[in-house]
């Protein structure tokens, strides 16, 4: 049976005084990527580079330790060990590769061929791990990382751009380079040395402060866009109309939530007269800040139409017009209603529009009219649809987000759900009604995947306050 030599207390000192470099640098490189996972973990946001420079010092330091001859000697005949040691030489290069990737350091074909290496170098870690250390595998290593090194110094110096990160980079990879290129010859030619974690040092420095410099670059940027969001979401507010006008005879309500901070859906009230009123809504395909430009441009288009604001097929038409060319493909579905209490009318019109909701004696009616989305066609043609105005009448206008908000399991809140919901608050105001719709299809959807808009307008006879 197979003895170990019996070492002696000066044999561990001399090994132990030999490994304290390495042991000081694989505690400092692992406790610095340590702080980047916290650093990530604070801001809660996970940033790639600053996840991959974590987890490549990690390794780096862990490699340190785990090869420090000290370890071999406190156990000297452990498999497991023997292939850790080795393959965690192909584990260290892969987040390397993705950091230098995602700080926009590779071209397109050396992406490819970093892929390549990370599935090489993946393969190799298994092979050890099934198979045990092969000097084949090592000989892989070294021709790879030389070859792999050399071409990142030639790409730093390649023409193109230069800016600030690629040259702090450029000078930590070449001090690293020198010493790694020293340590990988001496696995090849065996003349002794280990001088590549000074030279990690710095390449550490360099990838530490591109990392930390374009994260925090990218956190001023981020900061200045939350505030040009939070400017153009009160610029969208300040184009929607305010509280409806007292009127004795129109009692009306809205709610509007949108999707992100700023969207595409709109509504306005184009009031004459106690007598007569419009209410118009419509809905921007799309979301966010393209969506909520077309919708300023569709308050600018229904603006221009007011004199036709008794008939919504001529509103919808004006507006059609007004918006064909100017929206970038996109197009905008929209419904308005006149509500004449002289004439004791109503005259509908819509244009690719959800139908309104006519809540008339406890019982909900679908009105439709619909005709081409604005924006879309020059040959769009819009009818109205006249139906007597009865005191207690409500009047809902949405948009598609309230009827095809979907739960967990993808199915739509729908209209059926809707007219249920006005049936059960026919007692309620205006303004509870639209607070209604709006709970119940936010306790219904899963997320919100739109923006949510409703409106609710009594007429006459209905005297619960708005």
């Known amino acids: 049976m197979f003895q170990p030599p019996q070492l002696t207390a000066p044999d561990v000192l001399r ?44 390794l780096y330091g862990q490699r340190l330790w785990v090869q420090a001859s000290l370890l071999e000697l406190l156990a000297p005949q452990s498999v497991f060990l023997g ?58 290593n070294n021709v790879v990382i030389i070859a792999a090194l050399l071409a990142l110094v030639l790409r730093s110096f390649r023409g193109g751009a230069i800016n600030r990160d690629l040259i702090v980079i450029r000078r930590g990879l070449m001090i690293f380079v020198a010493f790694a290129l020293v340590d990988n010859l001496e696995g090849i030619f065996h003349f002794g040395s280990k001088v590549e974690p000074y030279g990690f040092v710095a390449l550490l420095a360099a990838l530490g402060y591109v990392a930390a410099r374009n994260t925090l670059e990218r956190d001023k940027q981020l900061s200045e866009i939350k505030k040009e969001l939070e400017v153009a979401q009160r610029i969208q507010l300040s184009i929607l109309p305010g509280a409806f006008p007292s009127s004795p005879n129109f009692r009306v309500a809205a709610r509007y939530v949108p999707m992100t901070s700023v969207a595409g859906d709109f509504y306005d ?63 905008v579905t929209a419904a308005y209603v006149h509500l004449n209490a002289e004439a004791g009318q109503l005259r509908y019109s819509a244009a690719g529009h959800p139908p309104m909701l006519l809540l008339r004696d406890g019982q909900v009616r679908t009105v439709e009219e619909n005709g081409l989305m604005l924006a879309a066609f020059d040959f769009a043609k819009y009818s109205n649809a006249a139906q007597p ?16 908000a979907s739960n967990a399991a993808g ?56």
Request: with cysteine.
């Open 15 to 58: 090994v132990f005084h030999h490994d304290v470099p390495y042991l000081f640098l694989g505690a400092a490189f692992t406790t610095l990527g340590i702080l980047a996972v916290a650093f990530s973990a604070i801001r809660r946001k996970w940033d790639a580079l600053l996840l991959y420079f974590a987890l490549f010092a990690v």
């Open 83 to 140: 292939s850790l040691r080795s393959a965690i030489d192909y584990l260290v290069p892969i987040p390397a590769f993705l950091f230098f990737n995602a700080a926009g350091f590779l071209p397109r074909g050396a992406k490819i061929a970093g892929y390549a290496i990370g599935v090489i170098y993946a393969v190799l870690a298994i092979c050890t791990f099934a198979f045990g250390p092969s000097h084949i595998y090592s000989l892989i």
């Open 269 to 331: 009230f184009i009031v004459t007269d106690d007598q007569r009123v419009g209410l118009l809504i419509a809905d921007v395909s799309g979301h966010g800040v393209p969506a909520a430009l077309i919708a300023s441009m569709v308050k600018l288009a229904a603006t221009s139409q007011r004199a036709h604001a008794a008939s919504p097929s001529n509103l919808l038409t004006g507006m059609n017009t007004a918006l064909l060319g100017n929206t970038q493909n996109q197009f």
């Open 389 to 404: 105005l009865a005191r207690g009448d409500r009047i809902v206008l949405y948009t598609d987000g309230i009827v095809e």
């Open 411 to 466: 199915e739509f809140f729908g209209h059926d759900a809707l007219c249920n919901a006005l049936r059960e608050t026919k007692s309620l105001s205006p303004s509870d009604v639209a607070d209604r719709i709006i709970s119940l299809v936010q306790q219904w959807a899963a997320n919100q995947d739109d923006d949510l808009t409703v409106l609710v307008c009594d007429y006459g006879g209905n005297h619960i306050a708005a």
